[in-house]
């Protein structure tokens, strides 16, 4: 081969390499390692309150991580896939069972939305947005309100977005459910749910068959400068109709420098959740270090009709 042949060759290989390269990385998988570490410590009079026993406890609440990503499989086509969960590790009663099921799940996104198998949120529970300023918490409003469900072998679709409005399905068939029933869970939404590109969000949600429970729900955020508000309004019934009632919460919250403090009022008379009709008022502060980094206090108080109880907690949270 002659000089002149040898460096055509070269050229030739180095011109395909770069047009391949393109493709190679078009085509390869995106992901992001995620996660929440948190810990807390908290006095709870009677241990009748979710997420919290009697006394003074150091606990990690809802402290995970997980994976999430996507894989282009075509121009228009993508695996979509997540596996989460969370890690009870830094508790010493939780050394032998440290992790527990999340949100788990793979799928399929393109042109016609995203839909994704296994274990996700309900499209119902996803509903509430950033109403509940005290999530994850002893005064989370699954307290009272039914049907903030993570529930497994389910099937999640979610649209794309037109002029801001969303659609989203939960369906479970009725060999995957948990009371032998096909369920499904759709959600409008109307605003940005994260409120990073626009100040408003809204939704109205219906769960039928899911977990026992047919519901409808009514939730909203609205920013105004310093100040977030948020509500809920929601109907429940069992699915025998043995139980039925109304849920409400109100939530507000204001940003003063890095403090943020924010007060929070539920109620459900449903009797889904306790058995007795309930309340629940939750006062609390934040101390933001950076988008990361918050410190946080708090006090709540859930009144049933025939018992009562009440948490104080100090807790950090890092988010990665």
Do not use: C
């Not at 990503?69 to 695996?79: D, M, P």
């Not at 009870?88 to 996104?109: C, I, Q, V, W």
């Not at 939305?113 to 119902?124: A, L, M, P, Q, S």
């Not at 109709?241 to 109620?267: C, D, H, M, R």
Request: charged share 20%.
């Amino acid at each position: 081969m002659t000089k002149i042949d040898k460096n055509q060759t070269l050229l030739l290989a180095a011109s395909t390499l770069a047009l391949l390269a393109p493709l190679q990385n078009a085509y390869a998988a995106e992901y992001d390692i995620y996660g929440k570490a948190e810990v807390q410590i908290a006095h709870t009079d009677e241990g009748i309150m979710r997420y919290a026993s009697e006394g003074t406890q150091i606990d990690a609440p809802f402290s995970r991580i997980g994976v999430k990503g996507n894989h282009a499989l075509t121009e228009s086509l993508s695996a979509v896939f997540k596996y989460e969960v969370q890690v009870k590790g830094f508790e010493h009663d939780n050394t032998s069972e440290p992790f527990s099921a999340r949100n788990t799940y793979l799928g399929l996104k393109g042109s016609f939305g995203e839909v994704v198998i296994g274990r996700n949120d309900t499209r119902f529970k996803y509903s509430e947005g950033k109403v509940d300023n005290f999530n994850e918490t002893q005064a989370d409003i699954a307290q009272l309100l039914p049907g903030q469900d993570r529930l497994g072998d389910t099937l999640t679709y979610t649209s794309k977005s037109f002029s801001g409005v969303q659609l989203s399905l939960t369906y479970a068939p009725k060999d995957d459910s948990a009371n032998n029933e096909a369920g499904f869970a759709a959600t409008v939404i109307y605003g940005d749910r994260g409120l990073k590109n626009k100040d408003y969000y809204v939704a109205i949600s219906h769960v039928d068959s899911l977990n026992n429970i047919n519901a409808t729900r009514v939730a909203g955020v609205l920013k105004q400068a310093q100040w977030q508000f948020g509500a809920i309004y929601q109907r429940s019934e069992s699915l025998d109709g043995s139980k039925s009632g109304n849920g409400y919460v109100v939530s507000a919250s204001y940003t003063l420098n890095k403090w943020v403090p924010k007060i929070q009022f539920a109620s459900d008379d449903s009797q889904l959740r306790h058995g007795n009709d309930g309340s629940q008022w939750t006062a609390g502060v934040d101390y933001v270090f950076d988008k990361q980094t918050r410190a946080y206090l708090f006090y709540t108080d859930l009144d049933l009709d025939q018992q009562s109880d009440s948490s104080l907690a100090l807790g950090l949270k890092y988010k990665f």
